[in-house]
């Protein structure tokens, strides 16, 4: 059994950068990009030769496809966007928008393969991914297994871990949130989410009448679904 630690510290963006320099080819794989808002990256079943580190800003990953509608996550800094598990697995078909201005490492694929098992050879860095992606997969099937009201609290709640502690259970949410945003996202209307967001400010739970956003009693909204507050520890609890 893993501490959290153990695969937290090699994952994170300064180690991975570090380890992957120690090629002094590194220059010739890795590149480092500016990728203004909006921009949509696909991902396809035969894009085999990139993988992408996010170092600043925030991604939407949205699944795409007949039965993908309303699966997505968000990436924050320090993640890899995609990070195939295996030589021969394919991407899942997603459509990546970067909802902030953001920074990237657009690495070639062989050759962080290479460096993963010359330079990690527990895989810890695979296997942080792997918990990260597992989660992400639990987390959009109770979403989509809940009530209309119950998904914008479920939103909101994900986008805590994007955020920032401001104080003791109160969190400031990404300044990329919008009602537009929170309606699309939770697969209900503006009206509705509206209506909700109300109902929230006058509990005392959430402040939205400027951003960014700031969720003024984490416990209160996370109780809403029955969810309590992760330890600090916890990183992959909500």
């Known amino acids: ?20 320099k120690k090629d002094p080819e590194f220059n010739r794989y890795c590149t480092q990009h500016r990728v203004a808002k909006g921009h ?55 459509d990546v928008v970067a909802v902030t201005d953001v920074i990237w490492w657009k690495i070639d694929f062989e050759f962080l393969r290479k460096m993963l098992l010359i330079e990690d050879p527990k895989n ?52 990329f949130l919008t009602y537009d945003r929170l309606a699309s996202i939770s697969n209900v209307s503006k009206g509705y989410t509206a209506n909700i967001l109300t109902d929230l400010r006058e509990e005392g739970i959430l402040n939205a009448s400027k951003k960014p956003w700031i969720v003024m009693d984490v416990a209160r909204l996370k109780a809403k679904l029955g969810i309590q507050a992760a330890h600090p520890d916890n990183t992959w609890g909500i």
């Open 1 to 20: 059994m893993y501490n959290s630690d153990e695969l937290k510290d090699p994952a994170s963006l300064p180690n991975i950068l570090k380890l992957l």
């Open 40 to 94: 949509v990256l696909k991902l396809t079943g035969d894009d085999r030769q990139f993988c992408y580190l996010l170092e600043n800003g925030y991604l939407q990953y949205n699944y795409t496809g007949p039965f993908a509608k309303g699966y997505f996550f968000f990436i924050k800094p320090g993640k890899f966007v995609s990070l195939p598990l295996f030589k021969n697995q394919v991407h899942a078909e997603a």
């Open 124 to 175: 810890y860095i695979v296997l942080n991914y792997t918990l990260e992606i597992t989660y992400n997969f639990y987390m959009m099937t109770k979403k989509y297994l809940s009530s209309s009201e119950d998904r914008i609290y479920f939103c909101l709640a994900r986008l805590i871990d994007n955020g920032i502690q401001i104080k003791e259970n109160q969190v400031e949410l990404p300044l």
